[in-house]
Every structure is written in structure tokens, then in C-alpha cells.
């Protein structure tokens, strides 16, 4: 079957940010920004210019040193944000305004005090407004993994007719279900008419854990964006991981999608915001946490060392990850501890690995993981006892 191209927006400079604790200044902005296109991101969304001065002129430099990805800003449903916007974007090869109100009844009631027919008028004037200025608009429907889908629908194929190229379908509180946001891109894929004329983007949170699942359900029904963050980032719980999604679709060829971005740069591109926003990235993150390929469980070491496809459905090396690691722990067997040995130049038979893993042992109960040095220290006695026996 043909494969179709999702393409990746990464927001990791927007959404991202609003992190606590992971403000940027301009200038990080241009080196996460760069190394994001080199990368293979398709849209950068670069900021939400009206915010601050500091960040509309961090939007506007970007603006000015990314040659081939899209740049986007992103607005309320307000003229002067979108005025604002635009001003932001002049210099972009390829200027993206994502403009849009919020669609759920929450939004509608709570937030703005008002009803859906006066929002639909809103989320039609913002693309309008937006459609002077440039010709790619994103418009955004927020809480629609909380809004009616009938109305959803209306709001979709009204905003399409004014102008919109991208439809963003966000599960803005991370409440849905994959199937409950597979179902909700297809019901739009068949219920509105001109939704040929868009592309329709996923936008999912993690405030359940679900937003990679969501955003797989989502391309699978019809969508043809992934919204996200490196490192999963975002408001709350974070957004969609950037690396997860894009490795889900690389793994399940039968899928039949891809993506622009490289893989091998996951890794160091992971490293390169967590050091830069100052917020580290838990152990066991999927593809670029620090014990995603690292194995201390006996029976997990000993299936590994005889086939890596025992426990690893992905190479570290396909995600710049540099090689797997046999962790050394009280857990640990035979096989593992005399691996570790090799590695150091230690060549031992069976029958001493089985006098010196009873030494291991008695240091592993001691310590949460055995070094290095540890082991030297134990090659070293046990050469010197048998030295003299």
C-alpha cells in the first residue's frame, strides 16, 4: 500500500515552554528553532507573539533563519493577536497563523459566556481575519475532545469554507480514549463535506497517559498532523512525545505512514532541550529516557545477550541512543556478570564465573548497582587467590 506523510508539528518552543521553569530566552529559542528543522520538523510553532515583546521577537528572528520549515505563531480569536501575528511571521518563507476559539460547551458557557452559534461566527471571523495576511491557517477548536461532534462538525466545515488549510482537532484536557478520538476524526472525515480542502491535525494532552495512543488513533482515522513536544513537554501532564509517535509509526510499517524526521538525532535532540529548558527527562521515558535500553533483570540480560530482539523491539543506535546497557544488580545472572567481564578484558571459564558471582552477589546486596570498579576489584582478588593456590 502507498504510504502517506504525517507531518510533525512541534511546538516544544510554544506549548513546551509553558512549562514551569522552562522560560527561554530568545537566543535558545534560535538553537532549539535550528536544530528542530534539522531535525525534520515540518512546522515550528515558534511562539504566541501578543504574549510578551520578548516573545514576538523570538518569533520574529526565528522567522529569519529557518529556511524550509513552516513557522507558525499562534493566536486567540482576536483581531490584534492576529494582527500581531502576522506582523511576527513577515519574514518567514512559509508564515502559519494557528488562530481559533474554544468549541466544548465548558468553553462556550463558562469561559466565554456565550452560545455556539455566536462561537461559530467567532471561529469563521478569526480564519478570515488570519486569511489576509497568510495563506496557510491553522484554526484550532479547543476542548473539541469535549465538544459535540454534530456541532464539532459544523464548526469545521465553516471554518474550512472561510479559509482554513489545517483543522486542529485538539484533546485539549487529555480526557478522550483512543478510540473515543479515532471515532471523532472519522465522524469529521465523513460528516464534513469539504474536509478534503484541510489537513486535520491532532493535538492531544497526557493528563491520563494517553496522548501518544490518541494521536496514533487519530492519524489511523484520517488525520494527516501530529501536534507535539520533544520530551512530551507541555501545559500539565505534557503534550504528545514527538519521539514516541514518530518511532510508533517508524515500528508499525503496516500502518502505512511516515515522517521526515530522523531518527538517529532523537536522542541528542532530547538532551540538547533538556538541557536547555532545565528539566530533566525521567529514566524510563520512552526512546530517550536514560534506562530505555537498559537491562538488569537476569532473565531479561540473558535473553538480550543471546538476541537483542528478545527484549528490544528498537535498535538504540536507530535513535542516537549509543548502545544498550546491561545493568549489574542484585537481579542480575551469570550471563550478564561474565558479558560485563569481557567488556573490561576479564576472560573467565563457566566454573570461575561461578565462584566470583557468589562474590558478586554478597557486593550486590550492598549496593543498588555494581560499577566498573567494583568488578576490577573482584577480578583482581580472585586472580591474586588463584595465583597462589
Not at 10 to 29: A, F, H, I, Y
Not at 220 to 227: L, M, S, Y
Amino acid at each position: 500500500m502507498p504510504h502517506k506523510k504525517i507531518d510533525i508539528f512541534d511546538t516544544t518552543l510554544r506549548d513546551g515552554e509553558q512549562v514551569p521553569g522552562c522560560k527561554l530566552n530568545s537566543k535558545e529559542k534560535i538553537e532549539l528553532a535550528l536544530a528542530l528543522e534539522d531535525l525534520g520538523v515540518d512546522i515550528i510553532e515558534a511562539g504566541f507573539p501578543i504574549s510578551s515583546p520578548g516573545d514576538f521577537s523570538s518569533v520574529r528572528e526565528i522567522t529569519k533563519v529557518i529556511k524550509h520549515a513552516s513557522v507558525c505563531g499562534l493566536s486567540r480569536a482576536v483581531q490584534k493577536d492576529i494582527e500581531v501575528a502576522a506582523d511576527a511571521l513577515k519574514y518567514a518563507v512559509r508564515p502559519r497563523i494557528h488562530t481559533g476559539i474554544g468549541t466544548s460547551d465548558f468553553h462556550i458557557k463558562s469561559k466565554f459566556n456565550s452560545n455556539r452559534e455566536d462561537i461559530l461566527q467567532r471561529a469563521v471571523q478569526c480564519v478570515k481575519w488570519a486569511k489576509n495576511f497568510v495563506d496557510d491557517v491553522e484554526f484550532y477548536a479547543e476542548d473539541a475532545g469535549r465538544t459535540d461532534n454534530d456541532y464539532l462538525a459544523r464548526v469545521i466545515e465553516a471554518v474550512i469554507a472561510a479559509g482554513a488549510t489545517v483543522v486542529n482537532i485538539p484533546d485539549t484536557t487529555g480526557y478522550c480514549l483512543p478510540h473515543q478520538y479515532g471515532e471523532k476524526i472519522a465522524y469529521l472525515v465523513n460528516n464534513v463535506p469539504n474536509i478534503d480542502k484541510a489537513v486535520i491535525s491532532c493535538h492531544c494532552h497526557n493528563d491520563l497517559g494517553l496522548a501518544t495512543a490518541n494521536s496514533i488513533a487519530g492519524v489511523i482515522a484520517g488525520a494527516g498532523q501530529i501536534e507535539c513536544t520533544i520530551n512530551g513537554l507541555g501545559e500539565r501532564a505534557g503534550n504528545t512525545s514527538l519521539e514516541e509517535v514518530v518511532m510508533v509509526i517508524k515500528q508499525h510499517h503496516s500502518l502505512g505512514f511516515y515522517t521526515n524526521i530522523k531518527a538517529q538525532q532523537l536522542n541528542p535532540m532530547s538532551r540538547l532541550v533538556s538541557d536547555t529548558m532545565r528539566m530533566p527527562v525521567q529514566p524510563n521515558k520512552a526512546i530517550v529516557g536514560s534506562n530505555a535500553f537498559a537491562h538488569s533483570s537476569g532473565i531479561h540480560q540473558d535473553g538480550f545477550l543471546k538476541d537483542s530482539l528478545t527484549y528490544e523491539i528498537i535498535n538504540p543506535e536507530e535513535v542516537g541512543a549509543g548502545e544498550s546497557k546491561i545493568v549489574l544488580t542484585a537481579r542480575s545472572g551469570r550471563s550478564a556478570l561474565a558479558h560485563r567481564f569481557r567488556k573490561l578484558g576479564h576472560e573467565f571459564t563457566r566454573n570461575d564465573v561461578d565462584v566470583l558471582y557468589q562474590q558478586f552477589l554478597q557486593v550486590a546486596d550492598k549496593k543498588k548497582e555494581v560499577n566498573d570498579d567494583d568488578l576490577n576489584e573482584l577480578a583482581k582478588a580472585y586472580q591474586l587467590q588463584e595465583s597462589h593456590v
